[in-house]
C-alpha cells in the first residue's frame, strides 16, 4: 500500500518567516503533486513534479522532487498571511489516475 | 468555463437515512473522482468513472455506499442507512482523462449525522 507521510502537521509561523514542509514516502511515485485547499473549498492544484530532482518556483514558494522520486519538499519563503490553508501533497496510484493524499499540513501565518 | 460544482453544500441528516451527494464535472473531463475528506486530514479515494463505468471501486468504505454517472455527466454518491462515522466532507473531482493527472476539484459537500 502507497502512504505519504507529511510533516510538521501543524504549523503556525510569524509573516515574514520561512518554512518547509515535508512529504516522504517508503514507495516511489511517478509524480507527486502538491495541493493549497482553504476552508470550505475543495483543494487547488499548485504544482505537480515529475523528474526525480527537479525543483519547481512559483513565486515565493519552491518544491522538489527527491532524486529517488520519494520524497517532495514545499518552502515558502517570507510567508504572508494570504499563505494561510491546508497545503496536501498527492500522488497518483495505479492506472486509473486515482490520488494518494498526505494527511495534510496546517499552516497558519500570522500578521 | 464552469469549475465542478456539487450540492448540496451542507447536508444535515439523522443516522439511519439514506443520503444522495450531486456533483457536476467541468464540461468535457472524461475522468470523474469521488473522494472523502475527515475533519483536518487529507482525501481518501472512494470511487473513480471513466465515462459513465466505473472500473475502481476500491475505497469506497461499504456496501451502504454506492456511485453512478450519467454519460460523461453528473455523478450521484449515495449513502444508504448514514452512521455517524460517515459525517465527513465528501469532494468530487474532474480530469480530461485518467492518464492526464490534473484533477480539479469541487468546494464539497459537508455531510453531518446526528
Redesign the interface.
Known sequence: TQLLEQSPQFLSIQEGENLTVYCNSSSVFSSLQWYRQEPGEGPVLLVTVVTGGEVKKLKRLTFQFGDARKDSSLHITAAQTGDTGLYLCAGPSGNTGKLIFGQGTTLQVKP | GAG?SQSPSNKVTEKGKDVELRCDPISGHT?L?W?RQRL??????LI?F?GNSA??KS?LPSDRFSAERTGESVSTLTIQRTQQEDSAVY?C?S?R????????????TRLTVT
Open positions: 465542478v475522468a473522482y473522494y483536518g486530514q487529507g482525501l481518501e479515494f473513480y471513466q472500473p475502481d475505497g469532494l473531482a480530469s482523462s485518467r492518464i492526464y493527472y490534473e484533477q480539479y476539484f469541487g468546494p464539497g
